[in-house]
Structure formats: C-alpha cells, structure tokens
C-alpha cells in the first residue's frame, strides 16, 4: 500500500499542476508508511511541515535548485554529526530564511 501512496504523490503533487486534494494524498502516504513502522526522514517532515509553501508548479523547479537542497542538508548533518534533532532542524529553517532575504 504505501508504494501506491508514493505513486499518487508524484502524480498529483510533484508534477507540473497540484491536485485540489493533495493534502490529503500526502497525508494518506505518512499514515500509511506509519502503519508500516517506518520513521519520517527530515525531507518527508520538511514536505509535510511547509507543504504550503510548495510552488504551484513542481515541475518547473530545476536540478539546481534540487542539488543545492541536497548539498545544504549534507552540510547540516555534517555540522550535527548524525544527531537528528530539532535544533538541526531550525538551523537549517533559520539559513533558508537568511538566504531567500538577501
């Protein structure tokens, strides 16, 4: 069930139009992967946390933009050493904000 859950994701929320319902789809996809026993990754929290804050458009974004989100959380784990927790998270909420006032 959750493979479904994730195809679902992608076609109504990751592409080039967002689905009127996709909260719900996303929510369906946690609980499902809940179910199953699995934790949520800080990519999922970050999705299902600022979920309006997503472009209308996904499939505009661009590899760049992609590549940078990877090197920034690289370097966040880095500067953590592997410990996952919520001052992690705000530091790297706090950047993203500096950044995008600039």
């Not at 499939?59 to 050493?81: K, L, M, P």
Request: aromatic content about 12%; overall charge negative.
């Amino acid at each position: 069930m959750p493979r479904h859950c994730i195809e679902d994701v992608v076609h109504t929320f990751l592409g080039n139009t967002k689905d009127p319902v996709y909260k719900t789809i996303i929510q369906r996809m946690l609980t499902a992967y809940e179910a199953h026993g699995c934790k949520m990754s800080l990519k999922v929290h970050f999705l299902h946390s600022h979920i309006d804050r997503f472009p209308e458009n996904l499939g505009a974004y661009s590899e760049e933009q992609g590549e940078r989100f990877y090197q920034d959380v690289h370097d966040i784990e880095r500067r953590y050493q592997g410990r996952w927790d919520v001052n992690m998270l705000a530091d790297y909420c706090w950047m993203l904000r500096r950044e995008t006032e600039d």
